[in-house]
């Protein structure tokens, strides 16, 4: 029937057939979004008419496009999930309320960056809101700040932490489907990320937050081991974000060593500094805890695969290109978030963000691609899924309307998304970010 046809048309109902396959399989047989994606990919090469042996070549093929991110992810939990073992992350914030209780917005501040710094090491938003989202939580609230505008203030930690440097995954995807190393993002990456978080955070906070009382806010904390203190608990940090600096710095004296490796080392200090520390057990459960995000990873990479194949990833590209700028511009800025509230922004960034990326070519395409991924991250505190939303209410205990967290955020949402596309429209003029 689909040969009948015109290629465009053969093209464009292979696009319907995956969509219905997957909204079927996801809303009503309860795949989960990986199989569901899954089944979708091979559906659409089925009714593209290959047979089931390139089907499955190209299945097991696409799933390994991510493989380079998915071991970054992992890591990256582990060496975070040793620092919380140890305390060391519980260490941190009793540092800050000690150093900065007499300057509450400055301390508001430090507490956006604390709940970004996990999801910035390891690429997935909700190691932040479980890591530090009750403790942090629990300091707002007793400076003042209403429960609604606590949860958004961790939702949207984590979502920037998703983005902030060094691992920002829909950088790396959109980056990987354009075949662009992901080289030079580091520096432009925490300029963009550091006036967005400091925005939110006094945004949100701004007419609530007065003075603390330093000791009764470290009674709720939980207590810290005595071998935890100083530089035990900087140590692995500055080792990771030295070794990154350092190859990037003298490329000629360190070898390309590689972010997995990076935070293989950095977890092996932190074993050290920690002491007694269940590593075979820390390492399960950083396995249990990316595993659905790993599974997205790989479901998308088989998923932009059979796209691919079946032509329908070109019809993408070439409609990019060939609609008017203005109407892409829209469609980036107002589209793409949806799309990321409903695929996540990984699998938003891996379906759209390629080709909008390509369509962009033009411009600087490091700054461009940090301006979609700034876009695409926001999908993550959005309805439907809201996967870094529905956990920030969790942990803060808020159970009204989730709507009433998204409209308390509109303006920081806003703001993202205008920065965003204006780092897209004008990325020639920001590369000044790349001293």
């Known amino acids: ?29 309860r795949f989960g979004n990986p199989l569901a994606m899954l089944f979708s990919a091979v559906i659409g090469g089925f009714c593209s008419g290959f047979g089931p042996f390139d089907v499955t070549r190209h299945i097991v093929e696409g799933s390994f496009t991510f493989i380079n991110i998915i071991l970054i992810i992992y890591m990256a939990t582990v060496f975070i999930y040793i620092q919380k073992e140890s305390k060391a992350l519980d260490a941190l914030v009793r540092d800050v309320i000690i150093h900065f209780h007499n300057w509450p917005k400055v301390l508001v501040v430090l507490l956006m960056f604390l709940i970004m710094l996990p999801p910035a090491f390891t690429g997935p938003g909700a190691d932040g809101i479980f890591a530090f989202g009750m403790l942090v939580s629990s300091v707002l609230l007793s400076m003042g700040v209403p429960l609604v505008k606590t949860t958004a203030f961790v939702a949207i930690g984590g979502t920037l932490g998703v983005f902030a440097p060094p691992v920002n995954v829909p950088c790396m995807i959109i980056a990987s489907g354009i075949n662009m190393p992901y080289v030079g993002f580091m520096v432009p990456l925490l300029l963009v990320t550091i006036p967005v978080a400091v925005f939110s955070a006094l945004f949100l906070c701004w007419n609530y937050v007065g003075p603390v009382d330093a000791e009764a806010v470290l009674k709720k904390l939980p207590p810290i081991p005595e071998r935890m203190r100083g530089i035990r608990v900087y140590l692995p940090l500055i080792v990771v974000v030295g070794l990154m600096l350092s190859i990037r710095a003298f490329p000629h004296f360190f070898p390309p060593l590689g972010i997995p490796l ?27 805890d990316t595993f659905s995000i790993n599974a997205i990873l790989l479901a998308v990479g088989a998923l932009v695969q059979i796209m691919a194949l079946t032509g329908v990833r070109g019809l993408f590209v070439l409609a990019a290109i060939t609609v008017p700028a203005v109407l892409l511009y829209l469609v980036i800025m107002f589209g793409f978030p949806l799309f990321a509230g409903v695929l996540t922004s990984f699998g938003a960034a891996s379906v759209f963000g390629v080709p909008f990326m390509l369509a962009l070519l033009g411009r600087d395409p490091i700054i461009a691609t940090i301006g979609l991924s700034l876009i695409a991250v926001v999908g993550n505190i959005i309805p439907p899924t809201a996967v870094l939303g529905i956990p920030a209410a969790i942990v803060t ?12 955020s509109l303006v920081p949402i806003i703001a993202t998304l205008v920065f965003g596309i204006a780092l897209v429209i004008f990325a020639n003029a920001f590369r000044f970010l790349r001293f």
């Open 397 to 408: 205990g808020y159970k009204e309307s989730y709507n009433n967290v998204v409209r308390v």
């Open 262 to 288: 990076i935070f293989t080392i950095g977890a092996i200090v932190a074993v050290i500094m920690a002491g007694k520390t269940d590593f075979m057990k820390v390492s399960r459960e950083a396995f249990d």
């Open 1 to 29: 029937m689909l040969s009948s046809l015109s290629q465009t048309g053969q093209v464009t109902s292979i696009l319907v057939i995956i969509v219905l396959v997957y909204v079927i399989a996801y809303r009503f047989l």
